[in-house]
């Protein structure tokens, strides 16, 4: 079992660092093992490329930006991630997100799954990177999402095939400027959302849900 936390400032020779557990290159996380990782100064798990996890547990105590940040890609497919807490995204991604399995509990006040462009810090997208799309694709897993904004967002498309989601948020359950499919003949689509916290049944529209009273 490990454990990482980092303070709430760097020293000068650590500036570049961007989490806890920062790399530069391709991250992969396997074995049965389990990793605490606490992000005091921004991200909790955050690399320049690609973040792959086949198995292990992972929980991200709190984090001051994203619980996981990547440039490339992050795809799971085992395993078990659970964010306690993110002051940002719970998952967040510069490019797709590929979910084929594993067990993934998100909490975060910004949206629970994201793949998008971070236009707004510019910084934080490596030099050499140039985003075509930005997609989530979800093909299996279960998945368990508590966000303020919104439950799940790909700039460019959502599409599912398989696995069980639940998403209560008091923003979007799931938002995408292209369009989203979903399995059973549903087709392509702008808008909708998850309605219920579930994923819609095979051939089925999603419910549009119920937008936040105002207060």
Known sequence: NSTLTDGASYATAFAGAKGALFSEDD????????LTVTGN???GLVCDDGITVESGEITVVSAVKDAVHANDLVKISGGSLT???ASGDGIHCEANVEISGGKLDINS????????????NEDEISAEQTVASSNVTISGGEIKINSEE????????????NGVIDVTTTGV??????????????GMFPGGGFGGGTRPGRGERPNQGTPPQET
């Open 27 to 34: 991250l992969l996380i396997s074995g049965s093992g389990s």
């Open 41 to 43: 100064y921004a991200h």
């Open 83 to 85: 964010v306690q807490q």
């Open 109 to 120: 006040k910004g949206d629970g799954i994201k793949a998008a462009a971070n236009t707004a």
């Open 150 to 161: 919104d439950g799940i967002q790909a700039d460019s498309a959502l599409v599912v095939s």
């Open 173 to 186: 359950v799931n938002k995408t400027n292209q369009g989203e499919t979903f399995p059973g003949g549903g």
